[in-house]
Nanobody, 117 residues
Framework: QVQLVESGGGLVQTGGSLRLSCAASGITFRLYAMNWYRQVPGKQRELVAAYTPAGKINYADFVKGRFTISRDNDENTVNLQMNSLQPDDTAVYYC???????????WGQGTQVTVSP
């Protein structure tokens, strides 16, 4: 079965850094767009960063210059390096794998990131 397992969340002070990782199994990883989303209670889940199979990367405006997404198609992992963290970055971060052509869309269980003032 498909599994996306996130790790690396935690508590950090304002200005600190965290590195999230997502290990995928059960999918042909290189064919999927790999994305990071985040969600806070009462709000919609929002896209943070996206990495297409073709190598195109997109970031939400609110993380540009602070976060970096990377993927390793040999290790089936996608990472999110988060620097200069702010309290507004506090959220549950989710790994997402999507292959729209076949209607495949998978989510990890989420990892909590908390940034203290």
């Amino acid at each position: 079965q498909v599994q996306l397992v996130e790790s690396g969340g935690g508590l950090v002070q304002t200005g600190g850094s965290l590195r999230l990782s997502c290990a995928a199994s059960g999918i042909t990883f290189r064919l999927y767009a790999m994305n990071w989303y985040r969600q806070v209670p009462g709000k919609q889940r929002e896209l943070v960063a996206a990495y297409t199979p073709a190598g195109k990367i997109n970031y939400a405006d609110f993380v540009k210059g602070r976060f970096t997404i990377s993927r390793d198609n040999d290790e089936n992992t996608v990472n999110l390096q988060m620097n200069s963290l702010q309290p507004d970055d506090t959220a549950v971060y989710y790994c997402n794998a999507i292959w729209a052509t076949i209607g495949a869309n998978y989510w990890g269980q989420g990892t909590q990131v908390t940034v203290s003032p």
